[in-house]
């Protein structure tokens, strides 16, 4: 039973490894400039979504008010790919493949069009 259990995880994990590897990367680049943001203060108002930094739309997604809003950003992001593999489990490689592609458009989308709704906000 336990050897079961182990194999129907790996596969798992091997099924979902572009959504994993998705946000491996963005846990990573969001801990980077995290740090950074840190270690140089002057880098959120080069990063941050505002009229004067064009790249700031992009670059502010990956950016953190604190280690709190850090935590909160990266469990709820795990959550969410969570319950999208587990809600996904059982489809064939092909459509998981391309159900995560759109999931990962769509959250990018989205996330850009908020922060340049923020900036025509302020």
Same mark, same amino acid.
């Given at each position: 039973?336990?050897?079961?259990?182990?194999?129907?995880?790996?596969?798992?994990?091997?099924?979902?490894?572009?959504?994993?590897?998705?946000?491996?990367?963005?846990?990573?680049?969001?801990?980077?400039?995290?740090?950074?943001? =840190?270690?140089?203060?002057?880098?959120?108002?080069? =990063?941050?979504?505002?009229?004067?930094?064009?790249?700031?739309?992009?670059?502010?997604?990956?950016?953190?008010?604190?280690?709190?809003?850090?935590?909160? *950003?990266?469990?709820?992001?795990?959550?969410?790919? =969570?319950?999208?593999?587990?809600? *996904?489990?059982? =489809?064939?490689?092909?459509?998981?493949?391309?159900?995560?592609?759109?999931?990962?458009?769509?959250?990018?989308?989205?996330?850009?069009?908020?922060?340049?709704?923020?900036?025509?906000?302020?």
């Amino acid at each position: 039973m336990e050897k079961e259990k182990s194999r129907l995880f790996w596969k798992a994990i091997r099924r979902f490894r572009m959504l994993f590897s998705t946000f491996l990367l963005v846990l990573i680049s969001s801990a980077t400039t995290y740090t950074a943001s =840190l270690m140089f203060p002057w880098l959120n108002d080069i =990063l941050v979504a505002s009229p004067r930094t064009p790249w700031g739309i992009i670059t502010s997604l990956f950016m953190h008010l604190g280690a709190q809003h850090f935590a909160v *950003n990266m469990a709820g992001l795990s959550a969410f790919f =969570l319950v999208f593999a587990a809600c *996904n489990i059982f =489809l064939s490689e092909e459509e998981i493949r391309r159900r995560i592609f759109f999931l990962l458009v769509v959250i990018f989308l989205i996330a850009t069009l908020s922060n340049l709704f923020w900036i025509i906000l302020i």
